[in-house]
């Protein structure tokens, strides 16, 4: 399995990257969240209390950022319509989510849709409810999904395509917030569990 | 009317998976083309993915130029890129098989889009793809669909 080779080789080549810059951070006096944070996202707000955006679950529940407050949290963006990256991402938490074991259940763990015009409150419960029931589905009129997107910095570009529909580019980056509703870190797409998992460990415990 | 006709037509398509669809192994030339596989969609809507693992036995390097199926009115090559943390899937115009390698399309990398679906892919069902070779030829390998929640083919690893 060539690939499969490749794409290790270059999770890890990643891997040592981002511990070279952790390292380097720690040197320099700068949190290492920090610096991995400018690396991944421009994220301006790295802290959800500061925040303002509201979304709707798909149980048609009302979200904002201060409520994710209190409790460490996961938030990735994606679409339904993706049949690639999009289950990947889904099914890779899963599996982070069995490996952290219990102290999973302190972790609330969202998908933002970059798709508000096909994915509703609705079509994310349907699409979701093929996964992980601990994964909550958020969107939202166009408007709101662009001010969250805003908020967390992430790249969201719409691609039309010859037969008149489209696709979605976006930051395909996870995000870990401690309880205090600072950014923690990103997990890369291709992350290996032996190194997302200490990341949210990481996120869930009080003092950073 | 047309549309029911298509769904009458696609039907006749998709089989029951027999328990070697899953695993198919089907050779011409010097390449070796297994594990081909999809996962379930809901209705139609939403493209379709198609994965597959080739293996060139040869000394000649080989390519993969496109593919057909008739569950699908838009087949089409792409690949998965991150550039700058984001992701997206150009179209890939050909998949190099070099002489006396394995390349898979894979979830996070190449893959298979089935754009324009005709008709729903049920977990359990397989149906036909055609893969287009310069070299080889066109190669007809039949595709299992698995749960939604798939990871990768039933069948585990291609030799
Ligand atoms: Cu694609």
């Known amino acids: 399995m060539r690939r499969r080779t490749l794409i290790l080789s270059s999770v890890g080549l990643l891997s040592a990257l981002g511990f070279m810059l952790a390292v380097g951070a720690w040197r320099s006096g700068d949190l290492p969240w920090q610096q991995e944070a400018a690396l991944v996202s421009g994220i301006r707000a790295a802290d959800l209390g500061s925040m303002s955006w509201q979304l709707t679950s798909h149980d048609n529940e009302r979200v904002s950022p201060q409520d994710w407050v209190g409790e460490a949290s996961l938030v990735f963006f994606g ?21 952290l074991g219990p102290e999973a259940d302190r972790l609330a763990v969202h998908l933002v849709t970059v798709d508000p015009e096909r994915d509703s409150p609705e079509v994310l419960a349907d699409y979701l409810s093929n996964f992980d029931p601990r ?40 995000f870990l917030f401690r309880p205090d509703g600072r950014l923690s870190s990103i997990i890369d797409l291709h992350e290996d569990p032996q190194f997302a998992v200490p990341k949210i460990r990481q996120a869930l415990e009080r003092e950073g | 009317m047309l549309k029911s006709l298509l769904a009458g037509m696609g039907l006749a398509v998709m089989l029951p998976a027999v328990a070697l669809a899953d695993c198919a192994e089907v050779s011409q030339g010097q390449l070796l083309i297994s594990a081909a596989w999809s996962r379930a969609t809901i209705g139609t809507a939403r493209p379709a993915v198609f994965y597959v693992t080739i293996r060139n036995n040869g000394s000649t390097d080989d390519r993969l130029t496109g593919i057909e199926t008739p569950v699908a009115g838009m087949p089409m090559l792409h690949e ?3 550039t700058d943390g984001v992701a997206s899937m150009p179209h890939a115009s050909d998949i190099s098989i070099p002489a006396g390698q394995t390349v898979s399309l894979a979830p996070g990398g190449y893959h298979g889009m089935l754009m324009d679906l005709e008709e729903e892919l049920k977990d359990g069902e397989s149906f036909p793809v055609t893969l287009k070779f310069e070299n080889a030829g066109p190669v007809s390998v039949e595709t299992a669909v698995l749960p939604l ?11």
Request: aromatic share 6%; net charge negative; glycine share 6%.
């Open chain 1, 135 to 174: 994964i909550t589905g958020l969107t939202g009129t166009p408007d709101e999904v662009a001010r969250a997107v805003e908020a967390f910095d992430v790249t969201v570009r719409r691609v039309p395509r010859k037969d008149g529909d489209y696709t979605m580019d976006h930051t395909a980056g996870v």
């Open chain 1, 79 to 99: 679409f339904t319509w993706c049949p690639d990256v999009c289950p990947m991402t889904l099914l890779n938490i899963s599996e982070w989510l069995d490996k």
């Open chain 2, 149 to 159: 929640r798939a990871r990768e083919a039933a069948c585990g690893d291609a030799p």
């Open chain 2, 80 to 82: 998965t890129v991150m």
